[in-house]
């Protein structure tokens, strides 16, 4: 028992004082269990996303974290057995200079083709993400990748794709796409870090799920591109240059080698290490398309700036790029761009030459000049055309948001454009490869002489490079690449036009 004494107001206002009293420690209890639940979420992973390395049994895993933690760990096992312990890879990590909070990244070693593991990431004991699956590549020859350039992020463009490619391409987790390629410019925040963590907290949709690789672009801060992306190699910080260098890279899946160039943050002039890499990747990705033992069969280039381009955007392609490095990409199938907010695809084109045909969708043959497709087309605010006039290499050109489905194995390619609003498909580009690799002994080519006496053919003299020849008197042209001269070889009785000049039997 307590005996107060004192008059009334001094009795009240002893209790008035004790109840403050109680309020405050009360208020200060819930105010430290509030810090103490936000902490605990700093060390929660968030933005985790897949890529790539160079190494076809591996995946690399990235994620963020408010504040650092004492290891970087990612546990992955089959999804198949799901009794099965988790394997345990411990990653590393680092601050971000620019922004706050820390970078993590891993890799899950050894994995097994075509398969879907399940995956988190985290700290021990307790901050983990949630659970994660996704699929490894097969071993046969087939690709399939999504492609799309220049996003943005509200209130400069949106990510209103992520939603869609979600829905469509990410809806099964047995066909998610081998890899999401972005060609640049992905969120426009011009030293936004608000901008820039809403962005990779939207793109972690698909990015969990599927390799997501970038280029850099003229509107992406290297920093961010440097620190918060881990591609098979990594940009390092030039102390001398006061700048970051290194945003190229290689590798490869399946059927497809894929090499990434650097537009807007690395030299590319003859002599420049980028110029002397890239040289070295086509070579040696043409060796492989020439070899019958290797799955390789085309050559896909991704970068950021256009060589070729008839959009008002910027300043219809990137002339000194093109006379630079344009020689090099002969043996190149496919080349890739964003920076223009618009689709638009080349016929075959080298040196400002095209070669078209009656059809600017299939060919029946691989063609022997790389076709140019622009696809700016993330969502950011569209651009328009130069001129009305298409110039004479420009074979398909529309505006639109939307993004690109490729597909290839050893004997096909196929890129199709698909409209984000409608998913309607605006356009396709197919064709087949008949490539001339070195043929195993037992299959040798026929000799020249041999196909003529087994042809009741006539003779053609044309330009040094290739021969061709009908086989069976059939209709369609076939190629076979020879070191020192070019023939045409036609059934006998048949006129034909090759390259819009008209051959008549001798």
């Known amino acids: 028992s307590v005996l107060v004494v004192g008059t009334c107001e001094e009795i009240f206002g002893t209790m008035v004082r004790a109840v403050e009293l109680i309020l405050v420690v009360l208020l200060g209890a819930c105010v430290s269990a509030l810090q103490d639940g936000e902490n605990e979420g700093n060390y929660v992973p968030r933005q985790v996303y897949l890529s790539l390395s160079q190494v076809s049994d591996e995946m690399q895993v990235t994620w963020y974290t408010a504040d650092p933690t004492q290891e970087s760990v990612v546990l992955f096992r089959l999804a198949s057995d799901p009794q099965a312990p988790f394997r345990r890879q411990v990653g590393r990590s680092y601050p971000l200079n620019y922004g706050s909070g820390h970078i993590h990244s891993a890799t899950m070693t050894g994995l097994v083709g075509n398969a879907e593991y399940e ?86 949709n698909l990015g969990k799920s599927a390799p997501y690789m970038v280029a850099a672009g003229n509107r992406d801060e290297p920093p961010i591109i440097a620190e918060r992306f881990n591609m098979p190699s990594r940009p390092t910080y030039s102390s001398a240059m006061g700048s970051w260098e290194g945003f190229y890279y290689s590798f490869t899946i399946n059927s497809v080698a894929f090499i990434c160039i650097s537009t807007n943050f690395d030299k590319y002039d003859p002599g420049t290490p980028q110029y002397t890499w890239l040289e070295r990747e086509i070579r040696n990705a043409k060796a492989r398309m020439e070899d019958p033992n290797d799955d390789v069969t085309w050559i896909v280039l991704f970068g950021h700036t256009p060589l070729y381009s008839s959009s008002d955007g910027h300043n219809q392609g990137n002339a000194e790029l093109r006379e630079a490095i344009e020689h090099l990409l002969e043996p190149v199938t496919l ?88 998913l309607a498909e605006r356009v396709r580009t197919t064709f087949a490869s008949h490539l001339q690799r070195t043929p195993p002994p037992s299959q040798k080519v026929p000799s020249q002489k041999a196909l003529l006496s087994r042809l009741d053919i006539g003779l053609f003299r044309d330009s040094p490079r290739y021969f061709f020849y009908r086989p069976q008197h059939s209709i369609s042209s076939y190629f076979r690449r020879v070191d020192s001269c070019r023939f045409l070889f036609f059934a006998k009785g048949e006129n034909t036009s090759i390259n819009n000049e008209r051959y008549n039997k001798k």
């Open 335 to 422: 080349c890739m761009w964003g920076d223009d907010h618009v689709y638009e695809r080349s016929w075959p084109v080298m040196n400002d030459i095209p070669d078209t045909s009656s059809d600017a969708s299939r060919f029946d043959e691989r063609p022997a000049k790389p076709i140019h497709i622009t696809a700016g087309t993330g969502g950011i605010d569209n651009d328009g055309w130069a001129s009305d006039v298409e110039p004479r290499w420009s074979a398909v050109r529309f505006v639109d948001t939307g993004y690109i489905r490729i597909e290839a194995d050893k004997e096909t390619f196929s890129a199709r454009f698909l409209s984000r609003d409608s």
């Open 119 to 204: 995956y988190r990431v985290g700290c021990d004991p307790a901050y983990f993400s949630g659970l994660n699956t996704f699929h490894t590549r097969s071993p046969g020859p087939e690709v399939r990748i999504v492609v799309f350039g220049d996003m943005g992020t509200p209130p400069r463009g949106n990510t209103r794709l992520f939603d869609v490619l979600e829905e469509t391409e990410f809806r099964n987790p047995h066909s998610y796409p081998d890899m999401v390629f972005h060609l640049g410019d992905l969120m426009y925040p011009f030293g936004n870090q608000g901008m820039i963590m809403n962005w990779f907290d939207r793109m972690q």
